[in-house]
């Protein structure tokens, strides 16, 4: 499996921007597919964004369409989610995901697990 280590999480206020990068080590993850799901207290993991191997296909849940962008560089081994305008309810624990296939939405369709970022939108 594919080593991953999240960053870029924080605190941000209603309306803000934040960038979360999800680092692999180990092996490349260019392969497969990639993403990124959330988890707040008290729920289960929930599928936020995802993107093929190549990049050029992206699927997002429905309440972050046109406020998330996923992105990746191969070349980095890195894979990134733009998150504008955040809201409150989008405060959770953000987890990269690798080794996937493409169109996956479920956590059940990914192999490899980063340890998680918090982000927190206060009220």
């Known amino acids: 499996q594919v080593q991953l280590v999240e960053s870029g999480g924080g605190l941000v206020q209603a309306g803000g921007s934040l960038r979360l990068s999800c680092a692999a080590s180990?092996?490349?993850?260019?392969?497969?597919?990639t993403g990124w799901f959330r988890q707040a207290p008290g729920k289960e993991r929930e599928f936020v964004a995802g993107i093929s191997w190549t990049g050029s296909n992206t699927w997002y849940a429905e309440s972050v369409k046109g406020r998330f962008t996923i992105s990746r560089d191969n070349a980095k081994n890195t894979m990134y989610l733009q998150m504008n305008s955040l809201k409150h309810e989008d405060t959770a624990t953000y987890y990269c995901a690798a080794d996937g296939f493409e169109g996956g939405t479920q956590p059940a369709d990914f192999d490899s697990w980063g340890q998680g970022t918090q982000v927190t939108v206060p009220s």
């Open positions: 180990g092996r490349t993850f260019s392969s497969y597919a």
